[in-house]
């Protein structure tokens, strides 16, 4: 790959977004359920439904759950760690001018504004790059059609690569087995007993994967990799979903049923958050305040959560690699290069821009 020295890259990452006081909770929650990815109905019907919901959320489980970490999401700033380094990264290749940008789904910086920013930064070329491993069509797809928006509204045009996965990128699976395996070791160590490792991925309805979504199936991939690249004989593990909301049936196993059976079979859990590469209420709270009290409640006391990769060098390092090695595709792209998802998966990304 040649890169001109004299040239700018924009790095947009992306994320869901999270709410910054306890008043934009409620908005947050709207703006989420408004969304046509996450519920599939007609406009007037969404729009219905995501009042309602945020209204009820924000004054009991969301509202509850953001109150344990003062009212708001670490999540923008946990982003722009993770943005700051793979900046500082970037620039050190000696290969043009590199700039990162965080563009959030649901909450403050939405895409238009940061769309506003890149076209006045002026680069030559843009890389878009999902905070989220795996792809979903509730997730990166909905960011990047959010993106293309922001960008019509702008007037921002400029040459564009679009990275939609890494769900078994070296330095993603890397970084996670180096947390599991810290934490495996100190469990193992501290109960005498050798752990179950539990891999926790936010669900989604099964209706949304039956219609094509390779959400759950890049998930398992990730999970195989992590637990491959663990190489620990033996090792009791299982993949799971957590977050379920609403009355539709969720892929499964949930993590609430895999907890339950840990506690049954008397084993330690260590569990891991590996579709999350940043911590915020899912981790801080949904995993290690309410799944640990579920857990304790069941007379499971040897709870361990792992942490996210967040900004730790090898998964740093992944991200870079990735920009540097598709700067100049100018399409849309998975880690590998080439489509990953197996032909059944209609709604894979770069099948459908290609």
Not at 8 to 19: C, I, Q, R, W, Y
Not at 50 to 75: N, V
Not at 199 to 222: F, M, N, R, T, V
Not at 319 to 338: C, P, Q, R, W, Y
Request: aromatic share 10%; proline share 6%.
């Amino acid at each position: 790959m040649s890169v001109d020295d004299n040239q700018k890259t924009a790095v947009v990452l992306f994320n869901l977004g999270g709410p910054d006081s306890k008043e934009s909770i409620k908005p947050f929650l709207f703006n989420f359920f408004m969304d046509k990815n996450i519920i599939r109905a007609p406009i007037f019907v969404r729009f219905f439904l995501a009042k309602l919901i945020s209204i009820r959320r924000s004054k009991r489980e969301a509202g509850e759950s953001y109150g344990e970490l003062g009212d708001k999401s670490p999540l923008l700033e946990n982003s722009l760690e993770q943005a700051n380094a793979l900046e500082g990264l970037l620039n050190h290749e000696d290969c043009g001018e590199f700039k990162t940008f965080l563009s959030m789904r649901y909450w403050k910086p939405f895409a238009v504004d940061v769309a506003a920013q890149v076209k006045k930064w002026n680069p030559d070329r843009i890389v878009l790059l999902p905070l989220y491993p795996q792809f979903s069509t509730t997730t990166t797809r909905s960011s990047f059609e959010s993106w293309t928006s922001a960008c019509k509204k702008t007037g921002l045009d400029k040459p564009t690569t679009s990275i939609c996965c890494y769900p078994w990128e070296d330095g993603f699976i890397e970084a996670s087995a180096d947390n599991i395996r810290e934490v495996y070791e100190r469990a193992k160590k501290e109960t005498q007993q050798a752990p179950r490792l539990l891999l926790s991925a936010h669900g989604l309805p099964e209706k949304i994967i039956e219609e094509g979504d390779p959400y759950q199936w890049q998930c398992e991939q990730s999970a195989e990799k992590i637990v491959e690249a663990l190489n620990i004989s033996n090792l009791d593990w299982k993949i799971c979903y957590q977050s379920r909301v609403g009355p539709l049936k969720w892929i499964g196993p949930s993590t609430d049923d895999s907890i339950k059976e840990a506690a049954v079979d008397k084993v330690p859990v260590v569990i891991y958050p590996h579709a999350f590469t940043q911590e915020h209420v899912e981790t801080l709270v949904e995993l290690e305040i309410e799944y640990r009290e579920m857990a304790e409640e069941l007379g499971l006391t040897d709870f361990y959560r792992v942490p996210t990769v967040s900004d730790s060098a090898a998964f740093i390092d992944g991200l870079a690699d990735m920009v540097m090695k598709f700067v100049s595709k100018n399409k849309t792209t998975s880690h590998i290069g080439e489509p990953l998802c197996p032909s059944g998966f209609k709604d894979c990304c770069m099948r459908q821009n290609t």
